[in-house]
């Protein structure tokens, strides 16, 4: 009975995600980096959108995701958290939607669309 009921959970929160985000309410957790919660929504946090345009940049320069961290470590930038960043992190930020002004539709466990709307984005396009 006990794992009958762990799997209506999990169909019932699985099929609530896209819902949510057509209506355009949160997933929770913490917000993306380079943005804050702000009464329900995404407002951009301009201390961390700035280092968030230049990862892009670097980015789009050496197309390398460790050379990008690195020289971001290098420039004394740091999370949210204050630690050093990551190619992970790096990957994780360039592939979220949220810079391109998109909130996400599909489930996390799904592919995401690739960085190629980097250019467009940091280019002003």
Request: aromatic share 8%; glycine share 6%.
């Amino acid at each position: 009975m006990a794992e009958w009921e762990r799997e209506e959970i999990s169909n019932r929160v699985s099929s609530s995600i896209p819902i949510r985000a057509k209506l355009g309410k949160p997933f929770g957790g913490q917000a993306i980096f380079g943005y804050s919660w702000r009464n329900k929504e995404d407002v951009i946090n301009e201390s961390e959108a700035s280092i968030r345009k230049l990862i892009c940049e670097i980015f789009l320069r050496t197309r390398r995701k460790k050379t990008t961290a690195d020289e971001l470590n290098k420039l004394g930038y740091r999370t949210r958290k204050g630690a050093l960043f990551s190619d992970t992190t790096v990957t994780r930020l360039l592939r979220d939607t949220t810079a391109k002004g998109e909130r996400p539709t599909i489930p996390k466990s799904e592919k995401r669309e690739s960085v190629l709307y980097l250019s467009k984005k940091v280019n002003g396009s």
